[in-house]
């Protein structure tokens, strides 16, 4: 027997009736049940942001609407099938997202319907500052972090010329910190949505990290930039990332 609600079947339903298949998807992504989104609906999703006659902006919305849900296990999967998309999706709809400002207002959500919503809903609201910062880091770079070549023959930080890196490290400083801040302990995985999130922050986490330390290799192996290492130091972000390396160790 399914775990849907009754509400989420009829959603599903209405949808079908009236045509809607994007819709109807990403109902059935961001359903009641306390299980990450199924594979087979973000890979459908996914698949939909490659194919020309999709709207990115109907898809974005109707997500960004299920984020507004006052389920914390809707609003969850939502944020979850988002970073999906932006991570495993057509560039485009992170472009949309970042320029068109989308942000997901969820700084005060509360969901008091149960211990378990109250919990859960203090990592919604540090998820979301993840996905905000995730977004405007791309607005700032016109590049994701998490996709870019990494690596010392071809990583793109490893490159990049000192002008460049020293506004792209702060940006990637930025969004690291909002990830360490979702600053959840092996207990607290206590259900499928949590473990879902964790495993694409995790990732992200190795990607930015590895980023970062190219970025890093690159300035101090410059010699002739003495005075963009200089700011770097000043600004305490080497400092920083020492910190929080060893916090991850």
């Keep these: 027997m399914s775990g849907q609600s009754i509400l989420d079947r009829m959603t599903a339903a209405k949808h079908s009736l009236s045509g809607q298949g994007l819709a109807k998807v990403v109902c059935k992504a961001t359903t009641e049940e306390v299980m990450g989104p199924k594979k087979k609906h973000l890979d459908y999703l996914i698949q939909c942001t490659n194919e020309p006659n999709v709207s990115i902006p109907q898809l974005a919305d109707l997500l960004i609407e299920r984020t507004q849900h006052t389920n914390w296990t809707i609003v969850f999967k939502a944020l979850i099938t988002i970073q999906n998309l932006m991570n495993y999706g057509n560039e485009r709809f992170t472009q949309y997202l970042a320029s068109n400002n989308c942000t997901f207002n969820l700084s005060n959500f509360i969901d008091k319907a149960g211990v378990q919503g109250y919990d859960m809903s203090t990592y919604i609201r540090r998820y979301s500052k993840y996905l905000n910062e995730k977004a405007v880091s791309y607005r700032s770079m016109a590049f ?57 922050l995790f990732k992200d986490l190795i990607r930015l990290f590895a980023c970062y330390n190219d970025g890093v290799i690159n300035l101090l192996g410059n010699g002739s930039e003495m005075s963009f290492k200089a700011v770097l130091f000043r600004s305490g972000y080497l400092k920083k990332l020492d910190i929080e390396l060893h916090k991850e160790s």
Excluded at 179 to 192: A, K, M, Q, V
């Design 144 to 200: 994701d972090f998490c996709k870019i070549r990494r690596g010392k023959d071809d990583g793109v930080l490893r490159k990049m010329n000192a002008e460049k890196l020293l506004k792209s490290l702060p940006c990637l400083q930025h969004q690291l910190d909002a990830l360490i801040e979702f600053d959840c302990t092996p207990n607290e995985l206590t259900n499928g949505v949590m473990n879902a999130c964790f495993l694409l």
